[in-house]
């Protein structure tokens, strides 16, 4: 016999997997307000989108935290797919994937320089990518623990 998970159990795995996202998109929010304000590095055109869709992310997933609040998931589910796509795009721009004569780079710094990268190896675009992929994951996963209703 296999045994169910109790209504209390499923609740608690699925605000865990909510925390779990929300802790992801505030560290993520945190570094990118260091990078920026602190180590005064400039982001280009494609951090921006990111940042557009990664900031609104904490608010979000810490208000369906703490109000356990199926919608919340949803909603940041939305902004977060849109920021992984934005990741993914710049990512692959950043690797030479993509022809750097096909980018939305204006003014400003350039989406495929360069600015920091961590252990040697992991650049900014792949970060956000990295955090948006779980965001994504951790969400999807709450939305199907979550009951059908």
């Known amino acids: 016999m296999v045994p ?3 209504p209390a159990t499923a609740s608690q795995k699925e605000w865990l997997l909510l925390f779990v996202a929300w802790a992801i998109s505030l560290v993520a929010t945190a570094s990118a307000l260091f990078i920026g304000e602190v180590m005064g590095k400039m982001p280009c055109v ?7 869709a990664m900031f609104p ?3 979000v997933l810490g208000v369906g935290l ?4 199926r919608g919340m998931v949803l909603s940041g589910l939305v902004l977060a797919v849109a920021g992984w796509l934005v990741a993914g795009y710049h990512t692959m721009l950043y690797w030479r994937w993509i022809e750097p004569a096909v980018t939305p780079c204006g003014e400003g710094p350039s989406c495929t320089q360069a600015v920091l990268e961590v252990m040697g190896f992991l650049d900014l675009p792949m970060l956000s990518w990295l955090s948006f992929s779980a965001i994504v994951a951790s969400l999807l996963f709450t939305l199907k623990r979550a009951p059908h209703e």
């Open 46 to 52: 494609l951090c921006w989108y990111q940042r557009i």
């Open 57 to 59: 992310l904490v608010v």
């Open 4 to 6: 169910t998970a109790t």
């Open 66 to 69: 703490m109000k356990h609040d």
